[in-house]
């Protein structure tokens, strides 16, 4: 395995930290992340050790307010910055590197709402999309009052962060992992009423979207995820004729950071459906 990193600037002028995990031989496709809120992409590495054997080369950037990039934490403009940030990492950075390869992109959590409303604007060259943690509504762990909070400060206090009130122990029964997420330093708990505002619409814009996607999808889930509700729903809506989604009995919001098992289920499942989409 080799790796890299490295920063691109946008027009915002805010510098962007990636990554990226590169097979030992000649890489045969590639595979984006797009990490969820609070976290980044140095999370992703359980991917990227499943994948390398397979010859795929994994690239992840921390989207702006998270990891290591610049930005105020976890606080966005617009939704649509998260797309463009994604858009100019896969065309200046990922691409370029890797000319003429098949590139498929994963999104978890906040990364598949980002993933959804990607592929509204850029799906085209895409060969295929898998969503993880992900659904076509809000899950009990969150509130409907946090929500249309969210909304109204989103607008008149954008800015004030408030806590997500989400107890760690949601992401996996795995202990190791838990205590890894809760004293991870780029970890946070908190979220950007304005942030929080445009997530929700980005979920409800993404579904839509999704209706008229008709690329290859891939969806899984853990039976036990508070953070999304609805999955076979947004799998049904999807405009895919090759479509697949996977439940994970006893698993929460990361089937990839689940106990070995289960994490070495999803994990397979992940790989097999990549390379049965190579051809």
Same mark, same amino acid.
């Not at 999104?107 to 509204?120: K, R």
């Not at 999807?238 to 994490?263: P, Q």
């Given at each position: 395995?080799?790796?890299?990193?490295?920063?691109?600037?946008?027009?915002?002028?805010?510098?962007?930290?990636?990554?990226?995990?590169?097979?030992?031989?000649?890489?045969?496709?590639?595979?984006?992340?797009?990490?969820?809120?609070?976290?980044?992409?140095?999370?992703?590495?359980?991917?990227?050790?499943?994948?390398?054997?397979?010859?795929?080369?994994?690239?992840?950037?921390?989207?702006?307010?998270?990891? @290591?990039?610049?930005?105020?934490?976890?606080?966005?403009?617009?939704?649509?910055?998260?797309?463009?940030?994604?858009?100019?990492?896969?065309?200046?950075?990922?691409?370029?590197?890797?000319?003429?390869?098949?590139?498929?992109?994963?999104?978890?959590?906040?990364?598949?709402?980002?993933?959804?409303?990607?592929?509204?604007?850029?799906?085209?060259?895409?060969?295929?999309?898998?969503?993880?943690?992900?659904?076509?509504?809000?899950?009990?762990?969150?509130?409907?009052?946090?929500?249309?909070?969210?909304?109204?400060?989103?607008?008149?206090?954008?800015?004030?962060?408030?806590?997500?009130?989400?107890?760690?122990?949601?992401?996996?029964?795995?202990?190791?992992?838990?205590?890894?997420?809760?004293?991870?330093?780029?970890?946070?708990?908190?979220?950007?009423?304005?942030?929080?505002?445009?997530?929700?619409?980005?979920?409800?814009?993404?579904?839509?979207?999704?209706?008229?996607?008709?690329?290859?999808?891939?969806?899984?889930?853990? @039976?036990?995820?508070?953070?999304?509700?609805? @999955?076979?729903?947004?799998?049904?809506?999807?405009?895919?004729?090759?479509?697949?989604?996977?439940?994970?009995? $006893?698993?929460?919001?990361?089937?990839? $950071?689940?106990?070995?098992?289960?994490?070495?289920?999803?994990?397979?499942?992940?790989? $097999?459906?990549? $390379?049965?989409?190579?051809?």
């Amino acid at each position: 395995m080799k790796m890299k990193d490295g920063y691109f600037e946008r027009e915002r002028g805010k510098r962007q930290y990636w990554r990226a995990w590169l097979p030992d031989a000649e890489p045969a496709a590639v595979l984006i992340i797009n990490h969820g809120w609070a976290e980044h992409s140095g999370r992703y590495e359980n991917i990227a050790q499943a994948l390398l054997p397979a010859a795929f080369a994994i690239y992840a950037e921390d989207h702006q307010g998270h990891g @290591q990039s610049a930005g105020k934490r976890a606080y966005i403009e617009k939704f649509a910055d998260f797309t463009e940030d994604i858009h100019f990492f896969r065309k200046e950075i990922v691409e370029k590197e890797n000319p003429e390869l098949p590139v498929f992109m994963l999104g978890h959590s906040m990364g598949s709402i980002i993933t959804m409303n990607y592929l509204g604007r850029y799906a085209h060259g895409l060969k295929g999309v898998i969503l993880s943690g992900t659904g076509a509504g809000n899950g009990a762990a969150v509130s409907s009052f946090l929500i249309t909070l969210a909304k109204i400060l989103g607008i008149i206090l954008p800015k004030l962060t408030i806590d997500a009130g989400l107890d760690p122990q949601f992401i996996s029964h795995d202990k190791v992992t838990v205590e890894n997420y809760i004293n991870d330093p780029y970890r946070f708990s908190f979220i950007s009423a304005r942030l929080a505002a445009e997530m929700y619409r980005g979920l409800d814009s993404g579904v839509e979207i999704l209706k008229k996607v008709e690329i290859p999808l891939l969806i899984q889930y853990g @039976q036990e995820d508070l953070s999304f509700s609805r @999955q076979n729903e947004l799998y049904e809506l999807s405009g895919s004729k090759d479509k697949k989604i996977l439940a994970y009995e $006893n698993a929460r919001h990361e089937v990839y $950071n689940e106990i070995f098992e289960i994490r070495q289920k999803a994990l397979d499942d992940l790989k $097999n459906w990549l $390379n049965d989409h190579l051809d």
